[in-house]
């Protein structure tokens, strides 16, 4: 999609965040703002800030943008305008699914321990309100460093009783890329009834997105993590959505997604804006992204790989774009990453962060981390971070490391210092 053409001084200059002190490493939790997203919405609430649908002429205005962002984000993903609904987060989306799903009592459910927790406790939820089985899909190898959600696992979990499978597009700690095409054909092909409900939030600013191409019923991303507003959207396909009960008031027709699950519509001024942010990927293109991304995290991973002896990577150690994106955690033997998090904030400008990331039960329940909450340190990148930043990083965590800082924990109650 789009241009090969990729100068990073001139792709930083179209968000205005970038230029401050502040070294943005924590992108997988928001990314920065395009300025011609800023400028859409501030112009949008000046003079356009209406109630939709009516006939005078800013309304029609107003009509006309919201349908236009419509349009475009699905046309992004491969799908109608009818197929898609915005909301405010992928975790609001996924809850609002999970009400409007058809399912029999005794039916199964399959849940991946990688996912955010965005994409499962809806459907835990579920299973207790309507009496359905919940399976766990726990990848069978590799499980406390690089688990990978792999078709052998899966099919040994589906019955004719499977109404729905969800899983993770890209782990938010792993950075691993799931090969959700492969699970949409051995789902399909052992039982064309069964859904299939893919987390893409930390997938979708790292590459072209095809729910065509994919096979998946039910898909959803954050736009506010893809450049743009705070605003998610869900993809239905339309035979998936058959399977719906529609939450719109009983006048409504079930025509779209939206009217079945919008909720009143997604937040005006942000829709109206995505246009901007599909441009924008459109003109810098996804060939020089990924090429960016590969050159920058491979300066990160060199290093944690050199250090294997005190360091543990979470995820795939390769820097190869088909296999991971540049969401890149980490444990130091001996010290917590709380304490690391600390000393890096302490000594630079570099913008990490700790934690599970709502991803618990894959720090708990699979890479086996005794202090879930102390969890591991995360740096997540995107194309418009340099490579002097990224070599910044890694001098000071080298500091950081060498001087055992991590060690001081500001949480005296925190139990657990990392080791293995």
């Known amino acids: 999609m789009g241009s090969t053409n990729f100068e990073v001084s001139a792709i930083r200059a179209q968000f205005p965040a970038l230029d401050q002190k502040q070294v943005f490493m924590d992108n997988a939790g928001g990314s920065q703002v395009l300025q011609s997203v800023i400028t859409s919405i501030s112009d949008y609430l000046s003079r356009t800030n209406v109630q939709l649908g009516a006939s005078y002429p800013v309304s029609q205005v107003s009509t006309q943008k919201f349908n236009d962002g419509h349009v475009a984000g699905a046309k992004y993903i491969n799908a109608s305008p009818r197929e898609v609904v915005f909301g405010p987060s992928t975790t609001q989306l996924f809850r609002n699914l999970s009400v409007a799903l058809k399912v029999e009592p005794g039916s199964e459910i399959i849940l991946s321990n990688l996912d955010h927790e965005a994409n499962l406790a809806p459907w835990v939820q579920l299973a207790e309100w309507k009496g359905l089985t919940v399976k766990w899909w726990i990848p069978s190898k590799n499980t406390n460093s690089n688990p990978k959600l792999e078709t052998e696992d899966l099919k040994q979990l589906l019955t004719d009783k499977t109404r729905l499978v969800c899983c993770t597009h890209t782990s938010n700690i792993l950075g691993t890329v799931t090969d959700v095409a492969a699970l949409a054909k051995v789902i399909h092909e052992t039982n064309p009834n069964t859904l299939f409900c893919v987390d893409a939030v930390a997938y979708a600013p790292h590459a072209a997105i095809d729910v065509k191409a994919l096979g998946v019923d039910f898909y959803s991303f954050s736009w506010y993590k893809v450049y743009g507003p705070h605003v998610s959207m869900l993809y239905a396909s339309e035979k998936a959505q058959n399977e719906l009960q529609s939450l719109g008031h009983y006048f409504k027709t079930r025509n779209t997604l939206e009217e079945m699950l919008g909720l009143a519509a997604g937040n005006y001024e942000c829709v109206q804006s995505i246009p901007n942010v599909v441009e924008y990927i459109q003109q810098v293109g996804w060939d020089g992204i990924a090429a960016q991304e590969v050159r920058i995290q491979e ?35 001996g010290q917590s990453s709380l304490g690391v998090i600390d000393a890096i904030e302490a000594t630079s400008d570099f913008g990490c962060r700790s934690g599970h990331f709502y991803s618990k039960r894959l720090i708990e329940n699979v890479l086996g981390i005794p202090d879930g909450d102390d969890g591991v340190v995360r740096c997540s990148l995107l194309h418009y971070n340099t490579v002097e930043e990224v070599e910044g990083l890694v001098k000071v965590l080298d500091d950081v490391i060498k001087q055992g800082a991590g060690k001081d924990v500001k949480d005296a109650e925190r139990k657990h210092v990392a080791d293995w």
């Open 299 to 333: 300066i990160l991973l060199s290093y944690l790989r050199s250090k294997a002896d005190i360091i543990k990577i979470y995820g795939e150690p390769s820097s190869d774009r088909k296999l991971r994106v540049p969401v890149i955690s980490f444990r130091v033997k």
